[in-house]
């Protein structure tokens, strides 16, 4: 009913950059919030950055300064773009968003599969 593929993962030296894309398809009426999360092995899944519908933006102390998130509400499309990369960032990466389907009220979450994300040397 809903996809939410991401992609743009990859291995890349501490100090690159990487940007990940989030597509969201299917019977879509409407996205409120969008949301990045990220789990690295023997971890809790955290939050890194949300973006709203109207562009408002949220992002976790670790992040900020070196993450940009943004979107397309036009291509129902999300993005991260990761400067200043830190082995710490090593991750999967996954993607959230608050969607309303055609012919239903209520918004549900809806999660991506994930893409990795290595930064090493």
């Known amino acids: 009913q809903v996809q939410l593929v991401e992609s743009g993962g990859g291995l890349v030296q501490p100090g690159g950059s990487l940007r990940l894309s989030c597509a969201a398809s299917g019977s879509i009426s409407s996205i409120n919030e969008m949301g990045w999360y990220r789990q690295a092995p023997g971890k809790q899944r955290e939050l890194v950055a949300q973006i709203t519908s109207d562009g408002s933006t949220n992002y976790a102390d670790s992040v900020k300064g070196r993450f940009t998130i943004s979107r397309d509400n036009a291509k129902n499309t999300m993005y991260l773009q990761m400067n200043s990369l830190k082995p710490e960032d090593t991750a999967v990466y996954y993607c959230?968003?608050?969607?309303?389907?055609?012919?239903?009220?209520?918004?549900?979450?809806?999660w991506g599969q994930g893409t990795q994300v290595t930064v090493s040397s």
């Open positions: 959230n968003a608050r969607i309303r389907v055609r012919m239903v009220i209520s918004y549900n979450h809806y």
